[in-house]
C-alpha cells in the first residue's frame, strides 16, 4: 500500500494533506484534505477539515530532535508516542505562542525483545506526535524542526490503512483522548494506520468528499457512517440521493476494496422513546440499507450502528456521543465486521 503522508523537513505528516499558509501565522496549518477539496465542502466541514483528528508527526530521530508548533482557537495537548508505546508524562499543551520541545528516544525501548514488540503496529524508534481531535483542540501548526532525524519507512508503520468518513462521532467528540476515538480503537484491533475524515455536525455526503476519498489510493478498506448530521436538514429523499451518489462514487472507483456503510447509532430520541424522532431515525436507516442493496457493488456492505452499540451503556449524558467505554465497544465490534469482510 502506498502512503501518501506529506513529507516535509525529514518529518512525515500523517492524514494530512496539506501544509497551509495562513497570514499573518507564522506557521504552516494541518489539513486533513487538499485545499481544492476543502473549498468545494460545505462551510461547516470546511472548518471542520483545518481540525487535526487523526493527524500526526511522525520521525525517527538520531538523538534529540526540537520541534516548533503551536495551536490556535483553543489550547491543544500533544501526546507523544514512541512507535505503541505511550510516553506518558511527556504530554505538553500548546497554545498561540510558538512552543519548542525535545524529545529523544527512550533509554528503556532500547535491545527490546522482537518477541516482545511483535504484534506492534509502531516501530519504537518512531516517535508520533498525536494531536487531539475534534472539540479537545485547536488549528495546529508546524514551524520547525532541528535534529538530525528521518521519515518512517514503509516497514516501520502499518501497511494496511483504513479510512473512516462521518459525523462527530467519527471525528471523535467526547473521548478522553484521540486513542480512544472507534476510528484509532478499530485500526488498532486491524493491525491498521487509521486515515480519520469524521466531519463534526457537517457529514453531508458532500461530492467533492465524496471524490476526494475515490481519488485516493492509500487506502485498504473504508467506512462511510452516513449521517446523522443530515437529519432534520436534508428530507429523507434527499439524504437517500446523496448517500447514494457518495457510495457510487467511492465503490466504483476502488472496486476491490471493502467499503462498508454504518447506519445511523442510536442516540436521545431514541433512548428516550421520542417515537417520531425514532421513526424518522428509521426512515434514514432504511434508505441506507436500501442504498446499498441497490448499488450493485460487490465491495458495498452494510453495518447497523445500533448492533456496534446495542445500548446506552457507555453513552455521555447527552446521549449522543460514545464516552471512553463506549468507543472501545464499537471499535472492538466494527473491527470483527471489517475484518470479516476483507476476509471474504
Request: charged share 30%.
Amino acid at each position: 500500500m502506498q502512503h501518501d503522508d506529506i513529507q516535509h523537513d525529514d518529518v512525515q505528516f500523517h492524514n494530512v494533506r496539506a501544509l497551509q499558509r495562513v497570514r499573518p501565522h507564522e506557521g504552516l496549518r494541518l489539513l486533513r484534505v487538499p485545499e481544492a477539496v476543502r473549498s468545494g465542502l460545505n462551510t461547516g466541514a470546511q472548518t471542520r477539515m483545518s481540525h487535526p483528528a487523526g493527524t500526526e508527526i511522525r520521525f525517527v530521530p538520531e538523538e534529540t530532535v526540537r520541534i516548533t508548533l503551536s495551536s490556535e482557537e483553543r489550547d491543544s495537548l500533544v501526546r507523544p508516542f514512541w512507535g505503541d508505546f505511550q510516553a506518558t508524562g511527556d504530554e505538553f499543551t500548546l497554545g498561540p505562542e510558538p512552543k519548542t520541545v525535545e524529545l529523544s528516544p527512550p533509554e528503556s525501548l532500547s535491545d527490546l525483545d522482537p518477541a516482545a514488540t511483535g504484534e506492534m503496529r509502531y516501530a519504537p524508534e518512531v516517535c508520533r506526535l498525536v494531536f487531539p481531535g475534534d472539540h479537545r483542540g485547536g488549528h495546529i501548526y508546524y514551524h520547525d524542526v532541528e535534529g538530525a532525524r528521518r521519515p518512517p519507512t514503509d516497514d516501520e508503520v502499518p501497511s494496511l490503512r483504513y479510512l473512516a468518513y462521518g459525523t462527530s462521532i467519527t471525528e471523535g467528540e467526547d473521548p478522553s483522548a484521540e486513542m480512544l476515538t472507534y476510528v484509532n480503537q478499530t485500526a488498532r484491533r486491524l493491525g491498521a494506520d487509521p486515515i480519520n475524515l469524521g466531519s463534526c455536525g457537517t457529514a453531508y455526503c458532500d461530492p467533492a468528499m465524496a471524490e476526494h476519498i475515490a481519488a485516493r489510493d492509500d487506502w485498504d478498506v473504508a467506512t462511510l457512517s452516513l449521517s446523522v448530521n443530515m437529519v432534520g436538514r436534508f428530507s429523507p429523499d434527499e439524504f437517500r440521493e446523496r448517500a447514494a451518489d457518495m457510495v457510487e462514487t467511492v465503490a466504483a472507483a476502488n472496486p476491490t476494496k471493502p467499503v462498508a456503510c454504518i447506519t445511523l447509532f442510536p442516540h436521545v430520541r431514541e433512548y428516550k422513546r421520542d417515537h417520531e424522532e425514532a421513526t424518522l431515525s428509521e426512515t434514514f436507516r432504511e434508505h441506507l440499507r436500501d442504498v446499498v442493496a441497490e448499488c450493485g457493488y460487490d465491495n458495498v456492505h452494510l453495518v447497523e450502528g445500533p448492533d456496534l452499540l446495542p445500548t446506552a451503556s457507555g453513552m455521555t449524558t447527552d446521549l449522543v456521543h460514545p464516552g471512553d467505554d463506549a468507543m472501545i465497544r464499537i471499535g472492538e465490534r466494527l473491527a470483527r465486521e471489517l475484518e470479516s469482510l476483507m476476509d471474504d
